[in-house]
């Protein structure tokens, strides 16, 4: 079993930038892939990022797409989204997502998750 902790979130105004983390630890795999999630109030959970952690492939949605940036450490077993730019619809709990083998953008793809971190953004 996996297990994701997230950190970063916080409160910040449009236009502006943060940087969330998200670090694994216990089972992970040999090749295995993370993303990021994020649920908005009265929304359904929508892709973000994904990232292999052994490779160099990434995904976007392409809402964030050219404004968020997925890397990661594998050293450390920990994947990082840079978010600059942001708008008020990106407020939302943004939640790490960890699965064996290649970068989805499906959430069902993805057997451990995080517990979330909000990002508030403010006009």
């Known amino acids: 079993q996996v297990q994701l902790v997230e950190s970063g979130g916080g409160v910040v105004q449009a236009g502006a930038s943060l940087r969330l983390s998200c670090a694994a630890s216990?089972?992970?795999?040999?090749?295995?892939?993370m993303a990021w999630f994020r649920q908005a109030p009265g929304k359904e959970r929508e892709f973000v990022a994904a990232?292999?952690?052994?490779?160099?492939?990434?995904a976007y949605a392409d809402s964030v797409s050219g404004r968020f940036t997925i890397t990661s450490d594998n050293a450390k077993n920990t994947v990082y989204l840079q978010m600059n730019s942001l708008k008020l619809e990106d407020t939302a709990v943004y939640y790490c997502?960890?699965?064996?083998?290649?970068?989805?953008?499906?959430?069902?793809?993805?057997?451990?998750w995080g517990r979330g971190t909000q990002v508030t953004v403010s006009s």
């Open positions: 990232i292999s952690m052994y490779g160099s492939t990434t």
């Open positions: 997502a960890a699965r064996s083998w290649s970068v989805s953008t499906k959430s069902a793809d993805f057997g451990s």
């Open positions: 216990g089972r992970t795999f040999s090749n295995y892939a």
